[in-house]
Nanobody
Framework: QVQLVESGGGLVQAGGSLRLSCTNS????????MGWFRQAPGKEREFLAG????????YYADSVKGRFTISRDNAKKTLYLQMNSLKPEDTAVYYC?????????????????WGQGTQVTVSS
């Protein structure tokens, strides 16, 4: 019932912007808490941003606060991550994730479903 597909990754110069999208091809979306993570080679998966089922509350990691914005459109069953002022250290594979229960957003184990990831590369 939950199948997440990310899109929007690519190559961008430092200082540029990208918007990632994550669409659920399954029937369920509006009741799910959602989040964005990233993983660079040799590093652990890192929480970036989370959003409650109705978009009423958002959470951000300090590393992206003020540069990234998470949002969702439940009618389109789509989650977004607007990324501005990108830096070379933002280079990673970006994943969206969904959770059907619980209250936390910051740890990978709190999520039940994951997309396949989309590569973001920021050149200096």
């Amino acid at each position: 019932q939950v199948q997440l597909v990310e899109s929007g990754g690519g190559l961008v110069q430092a200082g540029g912007s990208l918007r990632l999208s994550c669409t659920n091809s399954g029937r369920t979306f509006g009741s799910l808490g959602m989040g964005w993570f990233r993983q660079a080679p040799g590093k652990e998966r890192e929480f970036l941003a989370g959003i409650t089922w109705n978009g009423g509350t958002t959470y951000y990691a300090d590393s992206v606060k003020g540069r990234f914005t998470i949002s969702r459109d439940n009618a389109k069953k789509t989650l977004y991550l607007q990324m501005n002022s990108l830096k070379p250290e933002d280079t990673a594979v970006y994943y969206c994730a969904a959770r059907s229960r619980g209250v936390g957003f910051g740890e990978p184990y709190e999520y039940d479903y994951w997309g396949q990831g989309t590569q973001v590369t920021v050149s200096s």
